[in-house]
């Protein structure tokens, strides 16, 4: 039995023209990595980024350990002959330095470390792991993960942004056209980056990508934020009880009222939509799937809608699926339909940034989260 190492190169040689004489010789051509090699520097240069930057908690922790030592030393050692006890001369202390109301410290390391540094990661040929590489079509792996993660930080970033400018005192309509300023910039930046993939090519502009992910992120902000904005209220009930979930459902009954007719109609259109070709309700990859049965049935509806927009040359050529289920039809996985899903996304961060502002107890935010796992779940 022979094991193949990680970013090897090998040749196999496979002589005879019987199964008697059959004789196979394999040659290594170039030797296979420590496929953990860098998964073990990544987190170890992680663990050393940490203890810097917590290096005062750390000593904190150290002083309070060699506290408690200290003292259980000193009321070993100390035996009172008398009714009066004498007092320790060494009394325990912890010092705490107060933090400056800035940025919410995990927020900013979900986003850069976890999302920004994985992003970064996995365009850059993830490493050759495969484990990183987007799913070719059913599934979920790392890559799969980034944007929804993203999306989700920028709708609690959005929940804490409009907090604060509206106790400063600034109208919805500025903030509204605030929302459309950003998502137009990120759309057009978006695009702009199509613009320079194409450029130099002959077949510019009619090969040009129209959706992008930018594009996502620029239409599923608006759709969530705009929604957001004019059904935000607060609440003037500041205790904390057990069923807040319930009063918040209440409260912010036209926010979820909408978003879910969002939801519902992404789902109407998914599984009901007459599709030329192909049976309803389909969302498999087309090609070679099924025996070949759908060949240019990629992606059902969501394919279908975009090729009716967009056209078939302005969406993206080359689909995970196309090496693997030899798909002649282009799909594009930022397309239309995945907006109204992304939007959503962002709703719930939206939810999870207004968890974080009204409540000040942790027990009381795990609570309302776990309410809410138990429903999604």
């Known amino acids: 039995m022979e094991t193949f190492g990680e970013m090897g190169e090998y040749f196999l040689l496979v002589t005879g023209r019987t199964e008697e004489e059959v004789e196979c010789s394999l040659t290594t ?10 998964l073990i520097i990544s987190i170890l240069f992680y663990v050393i980024l940490g203890c810097a930057h917590n290096r005062e908690k750390l000593l904190r922790i150290c002083r309070k350990v060699q506290d408690i030592k200290f003292y259980y030393i000193q009321s070993r050692e100390i035996k009172p002959t008398s009714s009066e006890c004498p007092t320790l001369p060494y009394v325990m202390s912890d010092v705490f330095i107060p ?6 410290r995990s927020l900013d390391s979900f986003r850069g470390i976890l999302v920004i540094a994985v992003m970064i990661f996995a365009n850059f040929s993830n490493g050759d792991y495969l484990v990183m590489e987007h799913a070719p079509w059913n599934g979920l792996r790392i890559s799969d993960v980034i944007l929804p993660c993203f999306v989700w930080v920028m709708g609690v970033s959005t929940a804490m942004s409009f907090n604060s400018k509206l106790c400063k005192g600034v109208s919805r309509w500025i903030l509204f056209r605030r929302i459309v300023t950003r998502s137009l910039l990120m759309i057009i930046i978006g695009v702009v980056i199509n613009v320079s993939l194409v450029l130099n ?4 502009p009619s090969k040009l990508r129209i959706p992008g992910v930018l594009q996502l992120i620029g239409v599923s902000f608006f759709i969530a934020s705009t929604v957001h904005l004019f059904f935000f209220k607060r609440n003037k009930d500041d205790s904390e009880q057990c069923w807040h979930p319930v009063n ?11 978003m879910l007719i969002i939801l519902s109609v992404h789902t109407l259109i998914m599984f009901f939509l007459e ?3 192909c049976p309803r ?12 049965k759908y060949q240019n049935c990629t992606g059902g509806a969501t394919g279908y809608i975009d090729l009716l927009v ?18 002649t039809v282009p799909f594009d996985p930022e397309g239309l339909l995945a907006t109204l899903t992304s939007s959503f996304l962002v709703f719930i961060g939206i939810q999870n940034g207004r968890t974080l502002l009204a409540y000040l107890h942790w027990k009381t935010k795990l609570t309302h989260w776990m309410c809410w796992i138990i429903v999604l779940v």
Do not use: W
């Open 201 to 204: 090519r002959k077949d510019f």
């Open 310 to 327: 967009f056209g078939e040359n302005h969406i993206f050529q080359r689909p995970a699926c196309k090496s693997i289920y030899n798909t």
């Open 99 to 104: 933090r400056k109301e800035g940025r919410l």
């Open 275 to 277: 599709v030329p070709g």
């Open 248 to 258: 918040e459902l209440l409260l912010c009954k036209g926010e979820y009222l909408t």
């Open 281 to 292: 309700g389909y969302q498999g990859p087309g090609g070679l799937h099924m025996n070949g």
């Open 29 to 38: 051509i170039k030797t296979p990595r420590n496929s953990y090699l860098p």
